[in-house]
């Protein structure tokens, strides 16, 4: 016995992960903004009388979050942000109370180094005044990010997709329909969709981009390297981006990646930034990144070649940075080498491991 109270999820939390579970919450962009508000709720109705206090009591909870829901990456990656905004908000408030007005014009260098001395001497244990509606003010505006987070990603399609361009995708990201959708308001274009067997979500997005009167082609998986030579740029969704700016993206996307590279194409990626994740894929790890699917449309289970072969279908691909051309986030494009840079203001390194 180590003494120690087991922890439980809060009711609200472990409502959230029944239903995920159950496929009745879907999206990237719905689980971050349901895991937000239920962390909102924590900080605004638990008790806690200090910072270090609210760091233990998200981390706790997070980690149930993230034990239950392993492959929801955007679940993590919320709390992470969540406890750096608790981190730079009790920071602001110390910085408040030792600085006064007066000291407002000090040089950069010089409130730089201080502000670096004091976050490394900070005692999250002491109580602060006023941080419970400095939190709930900062996670406001966190929602409305997310809020407005699709819209500002789509208004830089204008941007890189230029008229008369034939654009290549795979399966069915809400991201690259929007994207597409927009760019097709002021530019003449063409679009290559794979449909990305066995699921086939590409016929989806086919089926939208014909709606929307945009000259649509679906194309098997096995095309994409003969269509490629024609193909002026490659834009896809990813499910995240690891710390070394790789993707873990929907399979198929690495043959597609390959493709381009071969007849120096372009490949852009639409990720937002709560897709933006500090985990590294490692070789240990490689049976925790991806997820199999059921083998039923690859290989039927009454064929008489399913007695004698196994058959895998993996959800996933590994992208390597090497193939990815830019980023487009919500705050804008970025090359995969300043991934680290991003991830750098969006968490705090103490939080990397929940």
């Not at 969540?82 to 110390?94: C, G, M, P, T």
């Not at 990201?173 to 290559?192: G, M």
């Not at 487009?328 to 995969?336: D, E, K, L, R, V």
Request: net charge negative.
């Amino acid at each position: 016995m180590t003494g120690q109270e087991e922890v439980c999820p809060t009711p609200e939390i472990a409502q959230f992960i029944h239903d995920v579970r159950l496929n009745k919450i879907v999206g990237s962009h719905k689980l971050t903004s349901r895991t937000l508000a239920l962390l909102t709720n924590l900080i605004s109705k638990s008790e806690w009388g200090t910072a270090e206090n609210l760091l233990e009591q998200i981390r706790q909870q997070g980690h149930l979050l993230v034990a239950a829901l392993p492959q929801d990456i955007v679940i993590a990656n919320t709390v992470r942000r969540i406890l750096k905004i608790v981190r730079e908000e009790y920071d602001s408030a110390q910085l408040r109370v030792h600085y006064d007005e007066a000291q407002t014009s000090l040089s950069l260098h010089k409130l730089v180094t201080q502000t670096s001395d004091h976050k490394r001497a900070n005692d999250y244990s002491k109580p602060q005044e006023g941080l419970k509606d400095a939190l709930l003010e900062h996670l406001s505006e966190i929602e409305t990010e997310l809020e407005t987070c699709a819209e500002n990603l789509t208004s830089q399609a204008t941007e890189h997709i230029h008229s008369a361009e034939l654009i290549m995708t795979l399966g069915h990201s809400k991201s690259v329909e929007k994207f597409l959708k927009k760019a097709s308001e002021n530019r003449n274009i063409e679009v290559i969709v794979a449909e990305c067997a066995p699921v086939c979500k590409g016929h989806q997005l086919a089926t939208n981009l014909g709606k929307a009167k945009i000259q649509t082609t679906l194309i098997p998986d096995s095309a994409i390297f003969a269509m490629m030579s024609r193909v002026n740029k490659v834009i896809i969704g990813t499910q995240c981006v690891l710390a070394n700016g790789g993707l873990r993206a929907v399979c198929g996307a690495y043959s597609l990646a390959l493709a381009a590279k071969h007849f120096s194409v372009p490949v852009i990626v639409l990720a937002p930034t709560y897709k933006l994740t500090p985990v590294h894929l490692s070789s240990y790890d490689q049976d925790d990144f991806n997820i199999l699917a059921n083998t039923e449309g690859v290989l039927a289970y009454n064929s008489r070649a399913a007695r004698f072969a196994k058959a895998y279908n993996p959800v996933f691909d590994y992208v390597p940075p090497e193939l990815v051309t830019l980023f487009i986030t919500n705050t804008g494009g970025n090359a995969p080498s300043y991934v680290y840079r991003l991830l750098s203001e969006l968490y705090h390194p103490d939080d990397s491991e929940l």
